[in-house]
């Protein structure tokens, strides 16, 4: 292409230098003659002007028609489709376009191809970021940390779950060294050469009431240029605070049992040998038994309960009835362990008529478990209260008394199946199921509330509501009509 260029100066040039040429010589043939009649000094400047308007005329119109050849070939090129035959219509540029018009082509071929790799690398990386952040996405629901370390032990990504670990404050953990435990369980999976490449541990992060436990597994991933570990650790604090309460769960109920059973039995001895004198003592030793049988009962009550809550479904016997029916029942039942502790025992129900759509035993079983717990952990002298009342449209049910108290901290625990407050079990043994069972019964299966107040040393108040009315009623029907029937229902409960 330059030589085409260098090619249409020269001739442009010589060109130029012809026509200065003929221009003086033309010149001097017209003035030849006369050239004897002038000044030979007017003459040479006379040729020399001939000479150099000569050239610059030829110039302009070369430079005329050199501008409108270079349009016209800048609007071949310019043109969406270059085509050889173009050229020829070029006028004095034909040799160059002849010779760009290929190459033109060829970069333009070449550039398409280029735009439409560009266009294929920028469509894959938006699908890879794409499901990366699918990825990333569905890594952040899993409530187990996952974490990927690179061959330096560094971690190079983390869901929310393991950030929540990795991070104190403004300050994120980004390698290994301040978890001794979890970069030794990467280096063994690493370095392990056994047909399988997981490897599995537990261990501790933290102590005290902080500690943390993990369960964790470490899987090596096959990568030859970036060998990868990665790992998915899962918070087992509470499971084994779950085993834990278990095991003390078959401590206390064996003592549990063990006790009325062995009174039961060192009573029945004594009327087996006779060893009972008047008939009032014998009396008085049935009247024993019979209390020990009834506490047994309740246990066992309360334990087979708690296992239908359990397995998820629980048979459940509604009934339109009056609510202090169940509570004056429930309250003789526990009337005489108060008297038996010389504790004072006030029922103070309501004098309206507090209806009420529920299942007797079930609920019944839940304020005897209410008033059992105020008379086991009041002590001797001490008063246990039941109240009833009506608030707007719903029952409102207390139990209260005035014994050991329970901190705050024990508070949001206290319905958790198991779950004995510390410093409890000197004063009094227990399963732990008790008010577990009781919260089920009356939110799940009632439909109503629980809550406790307490303050240690002065006493605690459970406090229930219930919905008022009869199912009959509620549904509008008229209350003439409204008459007590038991209905089974079948209803799935969750365990707590």
């Known amino acids: 292409m330059k030589s085409s260029h260098s090619t249409i100066w020269t001739t442009c040039l010589i060109a130029s230098g012809v026509v200065a040429a003929f221009c003086g010589a033309l010149a001097y043939a017209v003035a030849g003659p006369a050239t004897a009649l002038i000044d030979p000094n007017l003459l ?5 002007a001939i000479a150099c308007v000569g050239p610059v005329l030829v110039g302009l119109l070369t430079g005329r028609a050199f501008h409108a050849a270079m349009k016209r070939a800048t609007a071949i090129v310019r043109r969406a489709e270059l085509r050889p035959e173009f050229a020829n219509s070029a006028g004095p540029f034909t040799p160059i376009l002849a010779e760009m018009i290929p190459r033109l082509e060829s970069a333009e071929q070449h550039s398409s191809d280029s735009d439409r790799k560009r266009a294929e690398l920028e469509a894959r990386r938006h699908i890879e970021q794409r499901k990366f952040a699918q990825l990333s996405a569905s890594l952040d629901c ?3 940390a996952v974490v ?3 061959a330096a032990d560094r971690i190079v990504f983390s869901n929310r779950a393991a950030s929540t670990l990795w991070c104190d404050g403004n300050s994120c953990v980004s390698d290994l060294s301040a978890l001794p ?3 030794k369980l990467i280096q063994e999976t690493r370095s392990r050469t056994e047909a399988t490449n997981r490897r599995a541990a537990e261990f501790t992060v933290g102590t005290g009431e902080s500690a943390r436990a993990f369960r964790a597994i470490a899987t090596s991933i096959a990568n030859d240029d970036q060998p990868a570990i990665a790992v998915v650790l899962k918070d087992v604090r509470e499971e084994r605070q779950e085993k834990e309460r278990h095991v003390q769960f078959i401590s206390s109920v064996c003592h549990e049992l063990k006790t009325p059973m062995a009174s039961i039995r060192a009573y029945t001895e004594l009327l087996i040998d006779d060893d009972v004198e008047t008939e009032q003592e014998r009396k008085e030793t049935y009247g024993f038994i019979e209390s020990q049988v009834d506490r047994l009962t309740r246990m066992v009550n309360n334990m087979l309960n708690f296992a239908r809550v359990e397995t998820g479904v629980i048979k459940v016997q509604r009934e339109d009835l ?5 509570l004056t029942k429930a309250g003789k039942v526990v009337s005489q362990l108060a008297e038996e502790k010389n504790q004072t025992f006030v029922s103070e129900l309501s004098d309206l008529y507090l209806a009420a759509h529920l299942d007797k035993e079930l609920f019944g079983q839940g304020v005897i478990n209410l008033l059992s717990n105020a008379v086991k952990y009041t002590p001797a002298g001490g008063e246990v209260r039941l109240r009833s009342r009506l608030e707007d449209d719903c029952i409102v049910v207390e139990v209260s008394d ?3 108290g329970i901190p705050e901290e024990s508070l949001p625990k206290l319905f958790d199946r198991f779950y004995r407050v510390p410093g409890n079990n000197s004063a009094a043994k227990g399963t732990g199921l008790g008010l577990a069972l009781v919260k089920h019964i009356v939110t799940e299966l009632h439909n109503g509330t ?3 107040t307490s303050e240690v040393g002065k006493g605690t108040t459970f406090r229930l509501t219930l919905p008022f009315g009869h199912r009959s009623k509620r549904s509008g029907r008229s209350s003439s009509r409204s008459v007590s029937t038991t209905e089974p229902e079948s209803a799935s409960t969750t365990s707590e």
């Open 142 to 144: 899993i409530p187990d």
């Open 402 to 404: 005035n014994g050991l």
């Open 44 to 48: 040479i400047y006379v040729h020399v």
């Open 148 to 150: 990927l370390c690179d």
């Open 450 to 452: 629980i809550d406790v």
């Open 322 to 326: 009056e609510l202090n029916d169940v």
């Open 181 to 183: 435990e979890l970069a």
